[in-house]
C-alpha cells in the first residue's frame, strides 16, 4: 500500500492558508475520485482506496503542522505501510507561487513539518512533492506569511499547482518516482 500525505493545519482558521497547501491536494484528489477522509485515528483524517489500481492511503494529519510526524507514524505502523512507499506533499518558501518540485529525499530546509516527519520516521529518505509558495515580500514574518491565504493574484497559479501536484501524485501510483520526477520536474 502506498501513503499521500498532503501537510497542514487543521481547522477553518487555516483553510486557505499558504501552509495548508498540501491540504487541499488530497482534497483535490479526493475530489477527482469521489472520495472522503471517512477514519479519524492516529492523530489524522484518512481514507484508504484503490486509485488506478493501487491502494492507497490518503492522510491529513490532524496534529497541526510541527507535529506531523505524530500522525504518519503510527499510522505506518498500523498499515505496514515502508518508508518508501511514503510520498509527502507541503508547501515550499523557496519555490515561487505555481511552481512544484518533486524529490525523492532530502533535509527538512527549515520546515517543521518535514522536520517532525524526518524526527518520527528516523530517516529522511521518503519522497516529496514541493508546492511553491514563495516568500514575503515585504518585512511580514515569515510565519505570519505561511498562515496567511493566497492573494487574488495568486489563485491561478495556486490551482494550476495543486493539480499538477495531485497528477503526479496519480501518476506516482502507476510508475515509478524517478519516471514522474522526469516528467513533473521538467
Not at 503510527?74 to 518533486?102: F, N, S
Amino acid at each position: 500500500m502506498k501513503c499521500i500525505v498532503g501537510l497542514g493545519n487543521p481547522g477553518k482558521k487555516y483553510q486557505s492558508t499558504r501552509h495548508n497547501i498540501g491540504f487541499m491536494v488530497i482534497d483535490e484528489l479526493l475530489s477527482r475520485h469521489n472520495l472522503k477522509l471517512d477514519k479519524d485515528k492516529f492523530k489524522g483524517k484518512y481514507t484508504i482506496a484503490t486509485i488506478h489500481g493501487e491502494k492507497v492511503l490518503l492522510l491529513e494529519p490532524q496534529t497541526y503542522m510541527n507535529l506531523s510526524g505524530e500522525s504518519l507514524r503510527p499510522l505506518m505502523d498500523y498499515y505496514d505501510v515502508a518508508v518508501e512507499d511514503v510520498l509527502v506533499v507541503y508547501d515550499e518558501l523557496d519555490l515561487p507561487t505555481g511552481k512544484i518540485r518533486l524529490r525523492q529525499k532530502g533535509g527538512h530546509g527549515g520546515h517543521n513539518g518535514i522536520r517532525s516527519i524526518i524526527t518520527h520516521l528516523g530517516t529522511k529518505d521518503f519522497k516529496r512533492i514541493r508546492l511553491g509558495v514563495g516568500r514575503p515580500t515585504s518585512s511580514i514574518p515569515v510565519v505570519d506569511y505561511v498562515l496567511g491565504d493566497f492573494a487574488k493574484a495568486e489563485q491561478e497559479l495556486v490551482q494550476e499547482s495543486i493539480a499538477k501536484a495531485a497528477d503526479a501524485c496519480e501518476n506516482w501510483l502507476e510508475k515509478s518516482f524517478d519516471k514522474v520526477m522526469n516528467d513533473f520536474n521538467a
